[in-house]
């Protein structure tokens, strides 16, 4: 499986906010960008020149970058979301937020998206019964999600299960003693919290 091993507290600096991908070491000061809050690199504090483009590659970079995904990837799932009905960039989210290592962290199992998508390449979800080792498998109305049941034994996830405050979307139902969540409906734009701009995705791509 491909995906990012470089230090993930510089992708954060690189757009000048936090994107939560150390779980709980961003809540605290110990955080890179509050000692750091420009982007890395030799010239991080220089005058950075502005314009369109900088702008639409900004927000692609921060929703590649808050779930995940590489750039092809990330494109493949736009080309699928273009060829939905509806609007391309809400769709778009949409099927980021259905993703079943997404799905995991927004149940509050993980602490992380990082931490979801290891548990998932390793076998430690179930959708419906069954294990899936595919991150980027897509949860549908209904599913249910769990642990397997060795899985809840493990003692970060009942660390996570124990500390971690985090508002379960609407469009799931937890189970947080049987580390079970259940899909209710597929996400809406206005239930996802990701501070992305997706038209500026949509116009960039649309180049």
Same mark, same amino acid.
């Given at each position: 499986?491909?995906? /990012?091993?470089?230090?993930?507290?510089?992708?954060?600096?690189?757009?000048?906010?936090?994107?939560?991908?150390?779980?709980?070491?961003?809540?605290?000061?110990?955080?890179?960008?509050?000692?750091?809050? /420009?982007?890395?690199?030799?010239?991080?504090?220089?005058?950075?020149?502005?314009?369109?483009?900088?702008?639409?590659?900004?927000?692609?970079?921060?929703?590649?970058?808050?779930?995940?995904?590489?750039?092809?990837?990330?494109? !493949?799932?736009?080309?699928?979301?273009?060829?939905?009905?509806?609007?391309?960039?809400?769709?778009?989210?949409?099927?980021?937020?259905?993703?079943?290592?997404?799905?995991?962290?927004?149940?509050?199992?993980?602490?992380?998206?990082?931490?979801?998508?290891? &548990?998932?390449?390793?076998?430690?979800?179930?959708? !419906?019964?069954?294990?899936?080792?595919?991150?980027?498998?897509?949860?549908?109305?209904?599913?249910?999600?769990?642990?397997?049941?060795?899985?809840? !034994?493990?003692?970060?996830?009942?660390? !996570?299960?124990?500390?971690?405050?985090?508002?379960?979307?609407? &469009?799931?139902?937890?189970?947080?003693?049987?580390?079970?969540?259940?899909?209710?409906?597929?996400?809406?734009?206005?239930?996802?919290?990701?501070?992305?701009?997706?038209?500026?995705?949509?116009?960039?791509?649309?180049?």
């Amino acid at each position: 499986m491909a995906r /990012y091993t470089g230090p993930v507290c510089r992708l954060c600096r690189r757009e000048k906010m936090k994107l939560f991908l150390k779980g709980a070491k961003c809540d605290t000061m110990r955080c890179p960008i509050e000692k750091k809050p /420009y982007p890395p690199g030799v010239h991080g504090r220089g005058r950075i020149r502005e314009s369109e483009y900088m702008f639409q590659l900004r927000e692609k970079q921060k929703a590649r970058r808050i779930y995940g995904l590489l750039e092809r990837q990330f494109r !493949n799932l736009y080309q699928r979301a273009a060829r939905e009905k509806g609007i391309t960039g809400e769709t778009l989210l949409c099927m980021l937020e259905q993703r079943v290592d997404n799905v995991v962290f927004r149940a509050g199992f993980a602490s992380s998206r990082n931490q979801a998508r290891q &548990w998932v390449r390793h076998g430690h979800v179930l959708v !419906n019964g069954k294990r899936v080792t595919i991150s980027s498998f897509m949860v549908r109305k209904g599913d249910v999600v769990e642990m397997a049941p060795k899985a809840r !034994n493990m003692i970060v996830l009942r660390h !996570n299960l124990d500390t971690i405050d985090r508002l379960v979307p609407m &469009w799931l139902e937890a189970v947080t003693a049987e580390a079970k969540v259940t899909v209710r409906d597929l996400p809406l734009r206005d239930q996802i919290d990701v501070p992305v701009r997706e038209q500026l995705i949509v116009e960039l791509y649309s180049k």
